[in-house]
């Protein structure tokens, strides 16, 4: 399976940058992450047709990756020395939580309920 912690290490610097007022280079680490994104979207749905992958992780990289594009796009045409606008922020936001999906579903796991397995009785025949 392909890593998604590249695009969402990469995202989250993203997110860095631009706290710290750095937007021309939160502008190339977004398009770095949008690399990475497509990288991981392709192994992931890959994967869930070959089914050796979830289909969860692979829906979650294709949308996570049209939201990089998304603000990609917006951050892309804003005008010069007008900010970041807020839904490109919010864009590298929702990415980075839905990168983050698995881990919730790692930390939930222990509460599913699991069926009970019975066990086989064996009966003796003596002959």
Do not use: N
Not at 108 to 118: C, G, I, K, N, Y
């Amino acid at each position: 399976m392909g890593s998604r912690l590249l695009p969402l290490g990469l995202t989250v610097g993203a997110l860095v940058a631009d706290a710290a007022g750095l937007d021309r280079i939160a502008s190339y680490v977004v398009l770095l992450a949008v690399i990475g994104a497509a990288a991981a979207a392709i192994v992931g749905v890959g994967d869930a047709l070959a089914e050796r992958g979830s289909w969860v992780t692979a829906v979650s990289s294709a949308v996570a990756l049209a939201l990089l594009l998304v603000g990609s796009a917006v951050r892309g045409s804003a005008a010069v020395g007008s900010g970041v606008p807020v839904l490109a922020m919010s864009t590298l936001v929702m990415a980075a939580l839905l990168y983050s999906l698995p881990v919730l579903g790692w930390v939930f796991e222990p509460l599913v309920p699991r069926p009970r397995q019975r066990r086989a009785v064996r009966l003796r025949t003596e002959l």
